[in-house]
């Protein structure tokens, strides 16, 4: 059986988070693992990437507002990527988790914002 998610790392002073395929309650915490691992104290931020990402639920949901909480306490900013048009943004628009984390269309955007803010 393959495995139905993905989570690469890239960068130095922002931290790139492609997440792939579904993030649910089996997975969840394994995610969380990986990407709390994966931001050094040194990087200004982090940006999820949701553009491959198929399905989220409420557990997924849950990772990005703890997530958000635990950077900031970190004094580390946290982006997330959502394509304008993906059925995930509205899940993300209707939790409300905009008005604690910043949702942008492209990395590139997210990424800038990260260091202007910094």
Same mark, same amino acid.
Do not use: K
């Given at each position: 059986?393959?495995?139905?998610?993905?989570?690469?790392?890239?960068?130095?002073?922002?931290?790139?988070?492609?997440?792939?395929?579904?993030?649910?309650?089996?997975?969840?915490?394994?995610?969380?693992?990986?990407?709390?691992?994966?931001?050094?104290?040194?990087? *200004? $931020?982090?940006? &999820?990437? +949701?553009? %491959? !990402?198929?399905?989220?639920?409420?557990?997924?949901?849950?990772?990005?507002?703890?997530?958000?909480?635990?950077?900031?306490?970190?004094?580390?900013?946290?982006?997330?990527?959502?394509?304008?048009?993906?059925?995930?943004?509205?899940?993300?628009?209707?939790?409300? *988790? $905009?008005?604690? &984390?910043? +949702?942008? %269309? !492209?990395?590139?955007?997210?990424?800038?914002?990260?260091?202007?803010?910094?």
């Amino acid at each position: 059986m393959s495995e139905l998610w993905g989570v690469t790392l890239s960068g130095d002073d922002v931290v790139v988070a492609r997440l792939t395929g579904e993030i649910d309650l089996s997975n969840a915490s394994d995610i969380a693992d990986q990407l709390g691992a994966g931001v050094p104290n040194s990087a *200004l $931020g982090l940006v &999820v990437d +949701l553009t %491959a !990402t198929s399905y989220l639920d409420s557990s997924g949901v849950h990772l990005l507002f703890d997530l958000g909480e635990r950077l900031t306490r970190r004094q580390q900013q946290l982006y997330v990527v959502v394509p304008m048009d993906a059925p995930i943004r509205r899940v993300l628009r209707i939790v409300n *988790l $905009g008005d604690s &984390v910043p +949702l942008m %269309a !492209t990395v590139e955007e997210a990424e800038a914002s990260i260091r202007a803010n910094a």
